[in-house]
């Protein structure tokens, strides 16, 4: 088990945790929660061993195998394949030993290397490599490309593959599902929920925990608490302790009061009942979720847009895509105040291409799109985060758009997003991503959109920050079209979905949990043969038709040697059946022969050694023979 007692953690003159006690049984599985910088990584170091403690006991299992998502890439030029396989360290030790015997023609090490490679799953580890690039979205040519050829997040997909391929008892995962679509984290999912051993994982991703973790260990003032349960279990039961404080209930009813008036005002209004119903479900959640986040340093809305049109937008018979390239054919979408819609499909289907051409990112290559006349658009994706000056501050940013306004007017809005005192005036430059997502939306929210365009927004955004993204968003009177990984965000601000799949865009009936069905016959469908295993066979096929063939060259010598000794045991059991013979004649025991009686006990004597050597290393080799045959028949 893992075992914390009275814990002390130190990063510099930073206290991370003093006197903190956490146990973890085998097999368990903890989601490890925090504010960003409460020292949840670092936890993740002193349990790898790369640091010690400044107090206490850190205990863990000295035999435990431990795997990790590294953070970095080192091997650009390695396959893709290659350096997945590398994550099983003890695998890529037996197979440069075996190499090395083939080399040497040793045929003892050879069979005992063989018997370790297929204790190790061996023969199938080039197969279970590519399943888990398939899982993570890999296509079968990417998996033969060198790791230098992908992008920052995909390398990530790697390290989380590598993590996955090595053999452990303890697996540490921070921030797995960052650089993942919602294809590859439903995917990893499923295999986390069947993985055998303990598990502590970083996330912000709700659901996400809630499918894969039994425990949340939360890291806060210092300590660690452990509760029983998903995310959801963590945040009621932290809910009702945080409600005997006043100042959560003051907060909540004020919200209340807020959505109860407008609910009150549009309900019977046709033009404002989905907002009005919007917010009615906001107000059933927040009955649950607004207590567990009282302390949140987070709390914005998008300021409400000076005109509006209707539609905004208005795209018919759409041909979208790239150049020559066509991705989506005759799209038709039409989007009006109110709409919440989530775009669905699976990993470069052409959710973003339809995003960056609604935005206006890239133009259409046919078919008609009409802006409404008062269109003003909010557009939000990962590429934009770059495009940030870096020399400016966070309240720099804002004064660019808003020259006229009161800096302290200014400073207040920044401060909703966290970003308070001398954060506003330092660099972007030193901002991490999650500070510039956080920065981005600021911009978005304070310049009146009426047409929010998502993609992707809660990357690298904690806990804290999607529930108030969520939370403005539901306040949000315009439409809002987004792509997102984070179910629980789909869940609590889309009332529709759209599917892009196959070259087109059509309605999806059918909520998150169809979609995952979907999926799953959508890539049996796609891959009737399943193109990966049976890349994967093949290659298995022939690794085992490779090791079949220095089997059956190393057989024949150790069949002549085995042959060898048993021809002279058999030898050696003759000439002791003709010595017992003479032995058994009365007359040889007379005292005129004891000289001829005391020649025979002697050879008979050698005999009985010589015996015994024959039979070991006729037995010894037996054993390798049987070995190096069953080998042989389990690879062929």
């Not at 006991?57 to 035999?63: A, G, K, S, V």
């Not at 804290?464 to 987004?482: I, N, Y």
Request: some cysteine; glycine content about 6%.
């Amino acid at each position: 088990m893992i075992r914390l007692q009275n814990l002390t953690l130190q990063r510099g003159p930073q206290r991370l945790l003093d006197g903190a006690e956490l146990t973890l049984h085998p097999g368990q599985k903890a989601g490890l929660v925090g504010a960003n910088g409460a020292g949840k990584s670092t936890l993740f170091a002193l349990l790898r061993g790369e640091l010690v403690p400044d107090g206490g006991d850190c205990q863990l299992p000295p035999d435990w195998r431990i795997a990790h998502m590294r953070q970095e890439v080192d091997t650009l030029d390695r396959l893709a394949v290659d350096y997945v396989l590398d994550g099983d360290v003890e695998l890529r030790r037996v197979q440069a030993e075996l190499c090395a015997a083939e080399q040497a023609h040793d045929g003892l090490a050879l069979a005992r290397l063989h018997s370790e490679l297929d204790s190790a799953d061996g023969y199938t580890a080039d197969a279970r490599a590519r399943k888990l690039l398939a899982g993570l979205g890999f296509s079968n040519e990417q998996m033969a490309s060198p790791v230098g050829s992908f992008s920052g997040g995909w390398r990530m997909r790697l390290n989380l593959a590598q993590a996955l391929m090595c053999p452990s008892d303890l697996l540490l995962l921070d921030e797995p599902t960052n650089h993942l679509d919602l294809d590859a984290i439903l995917w990893l999912e499923d295999w986390l929920k069947s993985y055998p051993g303990t598990l502590l994982l970083i996330s912000h991703d709700r659901d996400f925990l809630d499918a894969v973790v039994d425990h949340v260990i939360h890291l806060e003032q210092q300590k660690l608490t452990l509760y029983r349960g998903g995310y959801s279990a963590f945040e009621r039961t932290r809910a009702e302790r945080l409600a005997q404080q006043q100042q959560a209930f003051e907060k909540q009813q004020a919200q209340r009061a807020h959505m109860e008036k407008y609910i009150a005002r549009f309900k019977a209004q046709a033009t404002k009942a989905r907002q009005a119903q919007s917010r009615i479900k906001a107000l059933e959640r927040m009955e649950e979720l607004a207590p567990a986040h009282v302390d949140s340093p987070f709390e914005f809305v998008f300021r409400e847009a000076d005109r509006i049109s209707s539609p905004l937008l208005d795209l018919s018979e759409g041909r979208l895509g790239y150049g020559d390239k066509v991705v989506l054919d005759k799209v038709k979408l039409q989007l009006v105040p109110g709409a919440r819609i989530g775009l669905l499909g699976p990993n470069g289907a052409g959710k973003s291409t339809l995003i960056k051409t609604l935005a206006n990112e890239l133009q259409p290559l046919g078919g008609r799109l009409q802006r409404g006349e008062n269109l003003a658009i909010g557009y939000f994706a990962q590429h934009q985060l770059d495009a940030l000056d870096p020399q400016a501050s966070p309240l720099l940013h804002l004064q660019r758009l808003a020259a006229s306004e009161r800096e302290q007017t200014l400073r207040d809005f920044l401060g909703g997003f966290d970003f308070r005192g001398d954060r506003c005036d330092e660099p972007v430059l030193n901002f991490s991503g999650g500070e510039k997502a956080r920065l981005a939306l600021a911009l978005i929210a304070w310049d009146k959109p009426n047409l929010l365009l998502l993609d992707e927004p809660t990357n690298h955004l904690d806990l804290e920050m999607r529930l108030a993204l969520t939370l403005a968003l539901q306040e949000f009177e315009g439409a809002v079209l987004v792509v997102s990984h984070d179910r629980h965000l789909l869940k609590s601000t889309t009332d529709e979905f759209l599917l892009v799949a196959d070259g087109r865009v059509q309605t999806f009936d059918g909520d998150l949990e169809d979609y995952a069905r979907w999926l799953v016959d959508y890539r049996a469908r796609q891959q009737p043969m399943s193109t990966c295993e049976t890349a994967v066979d093949k290659t298995d096929k022939r690794a085992q038709r490779q090791a079949a063939a220095a089997l059956r060259q190393q057989l024949a010598p150790h069949k002549r040697q085995a042959d060898k000794l048993e021809k002279d045991l058999v030898g050696v059991h003759d000439k002791l059946a003709e010595l017992e013979t003479r032995l058994g004649d009365a007359a040889l025991y007379e005292v005129a022969r004891k000289d001829e009686l005391r020649e025979l006990l002697a050879r008979q004597a050698e005999l009985k050694v010589r015996e015994g050597e024959l039979e070991e290393a006729w037995l010894e080799a037996l054993e390798t023979l049987e070995s190096l045959q069953a080998l042989l028949e389990a690879s062929a």
